[in-house]
T-cell receptor, first 112, second 115 residues
């Protein structure tokens, strides 16, 4: 069964600083990988997804993630944090035909 | 507007009192599922449905029931709620075919407290 680990339940950055949220997955074959974002009091919405077309995936709001098979990682980055990026971020992994397995989430705080 | 709706958004109830949380989507999606979100555990799937009259257990189905009589609706039923079912619940849907590859669309969530 798939599993996903998000390192750091809370990450705090200053406005304008680099955002790096870490995600590692367990899999013997290239999976489908997703990042979802949850703003306060809202449901989750898709930020980006990897489906083997390209290892560097660009998402909404300036976020991107790089699939590294050798490291079984799919870290999320954004060059310059904005106050509106404060939210909880979930990495998720799946195999074809199976349901998503979510990580435990990382809450991002952006300090002015 | 394409969306997944859930009702109620907030619910406080007592142990043993049956309740239903409704979920409806207007995107003609075949696949629907229910998740619960608990701090430090992320989202865990409760039940899912591949299509009308086709439902199956997810990772944490104990204490829950679902039905899928119509394509757009997927209610979650707690026949005898207990305090350990206090959680934030999300309904989600995806177009068809592969729930692992397709984007899931989430409802706004239902915060349930069982006293």
């Amino acid at each position: 069964a798939q599993s996903v680990t998000q390192l750091g339940s809370h990450v705090s950055v200053s406005e304008g600083a680099l955002v790096l949220l870490r995600c590692n997955y367990s899999s013997s074959v290239p999976p489908y990988l997703f990042w979802y974002v949850q703003y306060p009091n809202q449901g989750l919405q898709l930020l980006l997804k990897y489906t083997s077309a390209a290892t560097l995936v660009k998402g909404i709001n300036g976020f991107e993630a790089e699939f590294k098979k050798s490291e079984t990682s799919f870290h999320l980055t954004k060059p310059s944090a904005h106050m509106s990026d404060a939210a909880e971020y979930f990495c998720a992994v799946s195999d074809e035909g199976r349901a998503l397995t979510f990580g435990s989430g990382t809450r991002l705080q952006v300090q002015p | 507007e394409a969306q997944v709706t859930q009702n109620p958004r907030y619910l406080i109830t007592v142990t043993g009192k049956k309740l239903t949380v409704t979920c409806s989507q207007n995107m003609n999606h075949e696949y629907m599922s229910w998740y619960r979100q608990d701090p430090g555990l992320g989202l865990r799937q409760i039940y899912y449905s591949m299509n009308v009259e086709v439902t199956d257990k997810g990772d944490v189905p104990e204490g829950y029931k679902v039905s899928r009589k119509e394509k757009r609706n997927f209610p979650l039923i707690l026949e005898s709620p207990s305090p350990n079912q206090t959680s934030l619940y999300f309904c989600a849907s995806t177009l068809a075919g592969d729930p692992g590859a397709d984007t899931q669309y989430f409802g706004p969530g239902t915060r349930l407290t069982v006293l």
